[in-house]
C-alpha cells in the first residue's frame, strides 16, 4: 500500500552538493518520525538523520554539521542535504517514515528500496 520512493542519489564529486528527496505515497493515514539510514559494503546500517513530525531532528555522529534533514509535511517527502560531501558518505542511502496505513492502526515502519550514493573524485 505504501510506498517511499528516494531520489537524488549518484555520483557527487567532493567538494560538490548532495540532495537526497524521500516521498511517501499511497493509502496514509498518517505520517510521523521520517528519517535517512545508510549501509556500506562490509558494514552495518547506520542512522544518519531523522526528523520528526514537528521538526526535531537528530543526527548521526558521523554526519552531525555536515548533513540537513528537513521535511515538506505537505508533500508527504523528506529531504537529505550535505555541501560537504565525503568519500566516507559512500553508502546506499534508505528513506525511513514510521506510518499508520492500512490495514493497521499501529504505526508501523516502512522503508524505501535505496538509492546509492557515490563520492569521489
Known amino acids: 500500500q505504501v510506498q517511499l520512493v528516494e531520489s537524488g542519489g549518484g555520483l557527487v564529486q567532493p567538494g560538490g552538493s548532495l540532495r537526497l528527496s524521500c516521498a511517501a505515497s499511497?493509502?496514509?493515514?498518517?505520517?510521523?518520525?521520517m528519517g535517512w539510514y545508510r549501509q556500506a559494503p562490509g558494514k552495518q546500517r547506520e542512522l544518519v538523520a531523522l526528523?520528526?513530525?514537528?521538526?526535531?531532528?537528530n543526527y548521526g555522529d558521523s554526519v552531525k554539521g555536515r548533513f540537513t534533514i528537513s521535511r515538506d509535511n505537505a508533500k508527504n517527502t523528506v529531504y537529505l542535504q550535505t555541501n560537504s560531501p565525503k568519500p566516507e558518505d559512500t553508502a546506499v542511502y534508505y528513506c525511513?517514515?514510521?506510518?499508520?496505513?492500512?490495514?493497521?492502526?499501529?504505526?508501523?515502519?516502512?522503508w524505501g528500496q535505496g538509492t546509492q550514493v557515490t563520492v569521489s573524485s
Open positions: 525511513n517514515a514510521v506510518v499508520r496505513a492500512p490495514p493497521d492502526w499501529s504505526p508501523r515502519d516502512q
Open positions: 499511497g493509502r496514509i493515514f498518517s505520517i510521523y518520525a
Open positions: 526528523i520528526s513530525s514537528a521538526g526535531s531532528t
